[in-house]
């Protein structure tokens, strides 16, 4: 094993790290956030990133030199997987937020609405 590989080794063992690390936090937040349609994306957002965790141990094995792992390229595969899933659960996000924003701007017309007729009220009596 040459330097170079030795820090690919390193470099992927470290990315592999990380990514379970993050996939960790990522099911924390799942548990606060379980409920509704923001909870629908976590969950997505969970699977991406044990994806992602995935496809590190793959490119781990690629780089380590483990039998058949480089000829089989499974690591592009969990990639393609991977950014499937996250632009999935991006999408999921944007329609969250969207929705909240349209409902936000409802709920300001209602209240601009309620002032006017409170103040016509006032005037009135």
Known sequence: MNALSSYAVIS?????LLSVGAAAIAINLYSLLRTGQIGAS???????????SLGQAVR???VSG???AQE???SAVVDLIFVLALAYAFFLQRQVFSEARHNL???EEI?????D???????QA
């Open 12 to 16: 992927t063992l470290f990315c592999f």
């Open 66 to 68: 483990v039998p058949y």
């Open 60 to 62: 781990l094995a690629e």
């Open 72 to 74: 089989m390229r499974l």
């Open 117 to 123: 007729e409170a103040v016509v009220s006032v005037y």
């Open 42 to 52: 976590w969950r997505v957002l969970i699977i991406a990133s044990v994806l992602f």
């Open 105 to 107: 701007r409802d709920e």
């Open 111 to 115: 209240e601009i609405e309620d002032e």
